[in-house]
């Protein structure tokens, strides 16, 4: 009877869009996983802004690792087209004109891309307060929220060992997309099983740390490495360990 429930939010990303039949749906649960370095947090910061810039949707980021003002530089990045090594280092030289256009053009078209740094050890209470604090600010709730990333948060509830905590995080999380009806895309650290495997390709949801305490509660669970050739020509695989909207691949 609701029709907001047919509702899907697209990732821009077409070959990935293909697999979970055109979009996300609220209030659903998406992770990303993969090894130390393995661009999860430029991977988040591109949907985030495919998700503001393209899909017109109302983003909130939390990033509890890296600095907010690197999510922002990947940001400029991605709107620019520029290398995000050559922006950060002050290298842009023939191409600074073509940065501050891009500049200017992301305030002329004022995103709804919020960035909010959460520093230290935090726990989902902290995302109610954010997400209480954007209402107050907006009138609204974000239609995403981009958790960047699992492994740096607790749970509110006493834990005693990892499974615990990444149990305990699933049904946390669960509550908070329910409660404010948000998509939540957020990642999560291979474990040391993953990291020795010498094909990549082969990793899959027993590779993450605790996997089957929180992937239960995930609608997407993605599996991000790359190879030799990948390495070279910059490019990064995804692979669907588990989708519910669709095939895995």
């Not at 429930?5 to 996983?33: A, M, N, Q, W």
Request: glycine fraction near 6%; include cysteine; proline fraction near 4%.
């Amino acid at each position: 009877a609701n029709p907001n429930i047919r509702e899907r939010t697209p990732t821009y990303f077409s070959e990935f869009d293909k697999y979970i039949s055109g979009g996300l749906r609220k209030p659903h649960i998406v992770l990303f996983f993969g090894p130390t370095g393995g661009f999860k947090s430029k991977l988040l910061a591109n949907l985030g802004y495919n998700f503001s810039f393209l899909g017109k949707k109302k983003v909130m980021v939390v990033t509890l690792e890296i600095p907010k003002e690197d999510y922002d530089v990947i940001v400029d990045s991605r709107h620019s087209l520029l290398e995000f090594n050559k922006i950060v280092n002050g290298q842009l030289e023939d191409d600074r004109d073509k940065y501050y256009y891009a500049l200017n053009d992301m305030v002329e078209k004022k995103p709804s891309l919020y960035i909010v740094d959460i520093p230290g050890r935090s726990t989902p209470a902290d995302l109610i307060r954010e997400l209480q604090l954007y209402h107050a600010k907006f009138g609204c709730y974000p239609d995403v929220m981009i958790l960047d990333y699992i492994n740096e948060m607790e749970p509110v509830t006493k834990w005693g060992n990892t499974s615990e905590k990444f149990k305990n995080l699933g049904v946390e999380l669960r509550r908070i997309t329910r409660t404010y009806k948000i998509i939540l895309v957020t990642a999560m650290q291979e474990n040391r099983e993953g990291s020795k495997l010498k094909d990549k390709s082969k990793g899959d949801l027993t590779t993450i740390g605790e996997s089957h305490y929180f992937s239960n509660v995930c609608h997407v669970v993605c599996h991000l490495y790359q190879d030799e050739i990948d390495v070279a020509s910059n490019q990064l695989h995804v692979s669907f360990e588990k989708n519910r909207y669709g095939p895995k691949k």
